[in-house]
């Protein structure tokens, strides 16, 4: 298990520029997640994969934001016309399906993504 | 939709205290709940999942949980904390996705700070 990857760890940007963070997976999981966590607040969900096809989206994910898993591994998530309120802790997570039991999802370490 | 609330933000123990955090839910289909820890510069980490069966689940590093049912309750136990302990611990629900994901509902979280 050489868990989920992030990168990268650290973004600096001005608004308005665009930015895109890339994860991962652990390398059988088909199922990836993006999570968004500010400070003080715990993880929020915003969009999920299974294998290459995008199956949910939070109404958190506003249009500036999208995320692709072309060939049902890696993933990536392009903010575009970035915002001061951009700013936070960019989570990516994975699990496993299975036909009997929920998997529970292993996390990265995150992109935390700066605006200035 | 659900939402989970941590009742503790900050806790302060000595080495050997007990440990109790708070953790209540709401949701309307089949539960389930879990713990991660995050301690410092690290990933979210899973200590203890339930899904089913016995109420009273054990994790790693003896930490344990219990599922009340009856109080939407699913608090974090252990007997006596240990320095390496400080970290932070949130509390998350389970929501069904389309395809069979689960997107979790994470708590604010609760700082732990174990003083030797």
């Known amino acids: 298990d050489t868990g989920v990857s992030q990168d990268p760890r650290h973004k600096i940007t001005k608004r308005g520029q665009n930015v895109t963070f890339r994860c991962d997976p652990i390398s059988e999981h088909n199922r990836l997640y993006w999570y968004r966590q500010t400070l003080g607040q715990g993880p929020e969900f915003l969009t999920y994969f299974q294998n290459e096809a995008q199956l949910e989206k939070s109404r958190l994910l506003s249009d500036r934001f999208s995320a692709e898993r072309p060939k049902g591994s890696f993933s990536t998530l392009e903010i575009q016309r970035t915002e001061q309120g951009d700013s936070a802790m960019y989570l990516c997570?994975?699990?496993?399906?299975?036909?009997?039991?929920?998997?529970?999802?292993?996390f990265g370490d995150g992109t935390r993504l700066s605006i200035l | 939709a659900q939402s989970v609330s941590q009742h503790n933000h900050h806790v302060i123990l000595s080495e050997a205290a007990s440990l109790e955090l708070g953790c209540n839910y709401s949701y309307g289909g089949t539960v389930n709940l879990f713990w991660y820890v995050q301690y410092p510069g690290q990933h979210l980490q899973l200590l203890l999942k339930?899904?089913?069966?016995?109420?009273l689940v054990k994790g790693i590093k003896g930490f344990e949980a219990e599922f009340i049912k009856s109080k939407f309750s699913f608090n974090l136990r252990k007997p006596s904390v240990q320095w390496s302990d400080t970290a932070e611990y949130f509390c998350a629900v389970n929501g069904e996705l389309t395809g069979g994901g689960n997107k979790l509902t994470f708590g604010t979280g609760t700082q732990l700070k174990v003083e030797l």
């Open positions: 339930y899904f089913s069966g016995d109420p």
């Open positions: 997570a994975s699990s496993r399906s299975t036909s009997y039991s929920n998997q529970p999802q292993h």
